[in-house]
């Protein structure tokens, strides 16, 4: 069989009841995140990007690497960047419109997952709010969701974690995370990994990746040591009998040398980045790092001729000066910014596209080792018959180990440093 044949098979069969539902028509082949998952583990050492897609031109960039690597893709964004107190265009309830209306542009043939990333919960009082809203996501066209209770106490993330997977779509790609992200503070441990892993399962949740605190940060700023492969690989190997990928987070301030070990020594299948996209699209010099260069002075280096028209960029400086932002703060002018960005020529938007095109690319295919993966998506549809993939695994653990009590107790028991307070949330 051809791909072509095969494509036309799964977008029959693979497209799930919400993505069905909103876009009937369409050519666009949405999938569950658990077919991005399956996809990349069937390759082997290999990891796809979850590109934020902060900006329009940001997405349409990253789905055109993805059809040129002829690779499995996720598109996603943050709650933080996308969720009621938005600082970006793009946000939870529009996401998949965005997506499907570029694909169906521009031909694109690679199966894609839309992920709701860091659906962030800070205290339980957070969880009923998150009772309400997570079915508005999938009704919206999320295929795939992270629920980040990290923040809170090991009990408090699991009871959390436990109680809202049940508003999410048994065909959905899960994502849970140990360790708060924060660097090269908090590390997480293959215990606390362990508990949150093995508590879900008692309770008949399986998710598809497990996010790890394994030395990583967000934003533009580099961590003292980066993404730590050896313990990343250790607690992948203690929760092989559960089938749980990494959710390799943080990318940016990582080379591409330990990328590409993430890629092939652990058990990870995405990988999110996000600054260096929004970096890039606007024209900004980006190292191999993925963080922005600054000149001398501390300030970005704007290559002329790329990304933004010079006065454009010159107008969002001044917008960010005038408020005092620093350099972490840059992200927060997507909102104001993302009409005057698409009201630029063609051939600037164009540009945009293609600079984040260019590195996803490369990423892809060089680091990552992702290319060719959209065959192994489809297959993946198709061996299963279904938009419904199915768990990897099933109930190992008896849910009479793991009520609330016990759970407080084995939790009391955990030693593990979440660092320093903060905001981490992309």
């Not at 600054?294 to 290559?303: A, H, P, Q, R, T």
């Not at 993939?389 to 407080?408: C, F, L, Q």
Request: aromatic share 6%.
């Amino acid at each position: 069989m051809s791909y072509v044949s095969d494509f036309e098979k799964a977008l029959e069969i693979g497209r799930p009841p919400n993505i069905r539902a909103l876009f009937p028509n369409s050519r666009a082949l949405i999938v569950s995140g658990k077919v991005i998952d399956r996809a990349l583990l069937t390759k082997g050492g290999a990891m796809t990007i979850a590109a934020n897609g902060r900006s329009h031109l940001v997405i349409r960039g990253a789905l055109q690497a993805a059809q040129r690597a002829h690779a499995a893709i996720i598109i996603e964004i943050a709650r933080s960047e996308g969720g009621t107190n938005a600082y970006c265009p793009t946000n939870f309830w529009n996401i998949a419109r965005q997506v499907d209306a570029l694909c169906n542009e521009m031909a694109i043939t690679v199966p894609v997952a839309i992920h709701a990333d860091h659906y962030g919960i800070k205290k339980m009082a957070d969880v009923p709010v998150a009772a309400v809203e997570i079915p508005t996501l999938f009704e919206a066209g999320i295929t795939s969701i992270a629920i980040d209770a990290s923040h809170m106490p090991d009990a408090d993330n699991l009871l959390a974690s436990i109680e809202l997977a049940r508003y999410v779509p048994s065909w959905a790609g899960l994502e849970t995370e140990v360790g708060e992200i924060k660097g090269k503070f908090g590390l997480s441990t293959r215990e606390e990994a362990l508990f949150i892993i093995q508590g879900l399962n008692a309770h008949d949740v399986f998710p598809d990746w497990i996010a790890l605190n394994n030395g990583t940060t967000h934003g533009i700023e580099a961590s003292a040591q980066g993404i730590q492969v050896e313990l990343t690989a250790e607690i992948h190997g203690a929760l092989a009998d559960y089938a749980i990928s990494g959710a390799q987070h943080g990318t940016s301030g990582n080379n591409s040398e330990r990328l590409r070990a993430i890629a092939t020594q652990t058990r990870s299948t995405k990988a999110n980045v996000a600054t260096a996209l929004q970096m890039l699209s606007w024209g900004l010099a980006v190292n191999d790092y993925g963080n922005a260069v600054l000149d001398d002075n501390g300030e970005f280096v704007k290559i002329p001729g790329e990304g933004v028209t010079e006065e454009l960029w010159l107008e969002m400086r001044s917008y960010a000066e005038a408020r005092g932002w620093k350099k972490g703060d840059y992200k927060n002018l997507n909102l104001p910014f993302e009409n005057k960005i698409m009201g630029q020529p063609r051939s600037v938007r164009e540009r945009m596209a293609r600079r984040v095109e260019n590195f996803i690319y490369t990423m892809l295919t060089q680091v990552f080792q992702a290319g060719d993966t959209a065959r192994l998506g489809v297959a993946t549809i198709l061996a299963a018959g279904s938009y419904d993939i199915g768990p990897k695994v099933g109930r190992m653990e008896s849910p009479e180990a793991w009520t609330e009590e016990r759970i407080r107790e084995r939790a009391a028991l955990l030693t593990s440093d979440k660092g320093p307070a903060g905001d981490y949330d992309d």
